[in-house]
């Protein structure tokens, strides 16, 4: 198979840019390479390997179909539950009609605060730095099989496993579009993109109750001839846990979190099945008791939640929803909480399980 120079050019020139952003909020500024300069072969060249970038959660808009009012990222979204999934021990069930859009180039969260760059930086290194063009997975150009990168949009909310199948189907149709069933792509994917990349990789369309035996078949593989992931949770990130404890901000770290500025309150992260799948694998989180011990702790388990008093076993969550609904509908709720939330730490765990298989000998 024939492999480009300029194409693997091209991927090392994103991850450049992302390094480079990733320091801008040093007191420091890092020194930037003149990327014009290093990739100037790699502009002036034709006939790359086409690229499918990923974004991460948070990444894609999220919009109303019936209004056209993008609901995420929005500095006024209209109700604190327009981004609530409904839940149910039926995941695949769990809609609310939000379509994914175009991928977040920029975004402003808050009439307080600028503006945020999130992935502006990158598009424009693809084109104006690296001499891609964009182009639509659904509408490709029809010399879209090079020179052009596409955008996988998806909702950052769903399921992992169900947006690795949908970027099967995407890929698929867009090798028959463009007329090439030998075509490959070079995937950038960031953050949690990264697992839905390497899930698609590993298994391609299949779901999880589908898997074969002697672990992944790679089918997915197929259509990749280089697979860059960049800052991507591969056994998992501890903040997941505190997303669905104490809800979610922009600013994340350590700083503590503020009503004022949580864009996704703990409510609402808890009917996310994705943020489960982010939680640290089996093996790999761990927990600080009263004697400040270190003690290995299983998230993925409810009873564990149980024991902590976290999220829906909180008393005041409980008292919360007592005092909204009522004795007889806030039992019937909780239950309902309870039962969504085991089945969607089951599911996790599988999905962590299915990511760590390795290949038959």
Known sequence: MYRSCSAHRAIAVVLLVLVTLGGTSCARSPRKPNLERIFEPARRSSGKMPIIVIPGALGSQLVDPSTGRI???????????????????????????????????????????????????????????????????????TDGATDTYYIFSYDWRQDNVENARLLARKIDALKSELGRPDLRFNILAHSMGGLIARYYAMYGDRDLDALPVDGPDWRGGENIHRLLLVGTPNRGVMDALRSLVEGYNYYGGNVKRSKLFNKLDADLVFSMPSVYQLLPFPGSGAIINERLERRPVNLLNVDVWRENAWSVFAEQHRKHTLKKLGPSASNARLAEEEAFLAVVLQRARI??????????R
């Open 351 to 360: 999905f962590q399980e299915s990511l760590e298989r390795k290949p038959a």
């Open 71 to 141: 609901v995420w990222p929005s500095a006024d979204r209209y109700r604190e539950d327009d981004l609530d999934l409904p839940i149910s021990t039926d995941l695949a069930a769990n809609r609310d009609g939000l379509i994914a859009a175009r991928i977040v180039d920029t975004t402003k969260l808050s009439i307080l605060l600028p503006e945020i760059r999130v992935y502006r930086d990158l598009l424009r290194a693809l084109e104006g730095v690296a001499g891609y063009r964009p182009g639509s997975m659904d509408l490709p150009p």
